[in-house]
């Protein structure tokens, strides 16, 4: 356990759990949101204001009180997170989360040298220095990829927490874990958009152009790479001119406002050619240069795992119902945003159609938006227990 | 294929057009080549029907596809890339025709250079390259085809990749006082010959010309400039003129050669464009991606390739050794992306 990079706490961690919102876990998040407030390098992060923002009193007092039944919830123990290496504070969010539900944590922070990292894990010492309960039960490591440090930990761990897809979630899953600990496994998923074109078509500029920028941020912002970013587009309502409306001005967007590397712009061209070349559910396809491609299908794709565009390369097709939905509304389907259409009867339909898939629909412009229900996990009731009394 | 005159091309000077001259029969070669390519090649023909006529293809995609436009069983010679073990490599597909053109222009191009005067000839790389079948690829073909250059070709590397001292010793000795030949692929060189011949404390005294490619990719990230390798290979070896080319085993044959004055140079048989990545559209000035043309290939799509390398006009009939048409310069391959997303942890490299 030589290369393990100990950046806050130490291996002699305190495992033990505590209550779920405890006073000191709250206060705590509220120092960080006034920390972060007042910090003059971290204000120049959005990333990092957004991770404030959600420590806000206010948003955590209403979290709170959906728990003040009565009941009593208390942490399971020691929560050991594997963070996704790309995105720069999602290592944070993974480990309020678990810190709210009343979880010790050893959180494995990105190998990459994001400055927010750094920003984020400066404002957490210094906060912690008032709050030596939780302190010793805080450690944020750094190592390279390493099947045995990951072993070690996983051993100890109540609860893994394992960002990263698929093959992450497999490897970890083999490394020997406590009887009783839970895996909370974020696994490779997929998100479609459900788009009114009418709609689109019928809305005030003002409409139009917050949606696009909602959209963009959904998924260019992460190089449309996120698991919540939408790769695939159902239209509803039969306005070409409302999906012109759409696109043109998404591409007015992403013409200014995306830095495409040269590189992901080749693979988007090499990724065009060969749809054109294997597919044969293609109707058109239409390119503003790399910036945007839209391949439109004839229907619904049989896999959705054939429409995994990236770097602003999407799907689109039509439906009359949602029932046309379903079809692709297998377990690897997570998010679904829209515009122009009721949520609630799209979710009544792929409930009525037994669909495995569907954790999330949401309006477009917050898929985004991570908080204590994610990916279909009620994170705070996993990462606790209730003692049942009677 | 008999649309484009490469006859009466071979018997002309390959640079002696100018970019006004060579445009208007090149156009009309490639319009030519990509109508016969779309209406032979059933997956080139979808591309172009798609996205337009002489559509360029990404050159990662002769690594996923088997693409040709003749009978499979007119196929007399598969070309692939010396991709590292456990690599895609790239397919390519010649009839009889197409393999003896792409020899005869290259010596055509290549003469230009070094005159028509064979030469005692050392390549700098092993034997083995082509005993090793399974090395026989775009380094084995690049050694036989410009052998053709030299008298006598000797290797210089033995078969553990080892510089033969006692080989070199006599060639040197035996040719003091004769321009010779040097051919290699331009890592292989720095690493097996410019660092032996130094960490041996030999310096050789050769007079004539080295003819190096394959790319900078390694020795850019050893921090290795053009001008610091030719300022090194004169150094240890004594050759003075020293030339790079730039070429691909997609379009073998009309290779982009560098000229003493440093800058590549386009010939009657092939073209340099510069393409924007963001709009895909042909820029004339500053950096962009590499889109090679070559009106070549007629077994295969391969006459307008997009490569994955950057580069730059740096002029159009103006180059002060005297040969026309487009001059360029190679920035190295485009760096790999930082991409965003959740799906990396700690899994991947």
Redesign the interface.
Known sequence: MNDVNFLIGSYDIDKTPFEIFSDDACDLLYKIESTIRKDREARLYPDVISVGYWCRKANIQKKKEEFSNGALRIGRGLAFHITPGNIPVNFFFSFLFALLAGNANIVRVPSKDFPQIRILLRILKECLAKFPEIEKRVAFVKYDRSDEITGEFSKIADVRVIWGGDRTVASVREMPSKPRCIDIAFADRFSVSVIDSESVLSSEPQVIERLVTGFYNDTYLMDQNACSSPRLIFWTGNSEEGKERFWLSLYEKAKKSYNLQASVAVDKYTRLCQDLMDRDDIAKQKSFGNLLNIISLKGAPEDTKSCEGFGGYFYQTDINDFSEISKVCDERLQTITYFGIDPKELAQDIIKNNCLGCDRIVPIGQAMDIDLMWDGFDLIRTMSRKIDIR | MSIIDYEKLLSENPFGLSQLNKETFYQKSIDDLSLFHANHCE?YG??SK??GPGVA??V??FK??DLMSIPKEEVKKTMTSSGTTGQAVSKIYLDGESAQRQTKVLTHIVQDFIGKDRRPMLILDSSKVLKDRRMFSARGAGILGFSIFGRHPKYVLDENMELNVPLLEEFCEKYKDEPVLMFGFTFMIWQYFVQKLKEKGLKLNLKGTLIHGGGWKKLVSLNISNDKFKEEIREYSGIDTVLNYYGMVEQTGSIFMECPCGRLHASVFSEIDII??????KKDTGKG?IQCTSILPTSYPGHVL?T?D?GEIIGVDDCPCGRLGKTFKIYGR???????????????R
């Open positions: 997956k979808k591309l798609n996205l293809l990404p990662r995609l996923l596809y924007d990545p963001i709009t895909m559209e991606l997009l994955e950057e485009i760096k790999g992306a930082e991409i965003r997303g959740c799906s990396d942890t700690y899994e991947r």
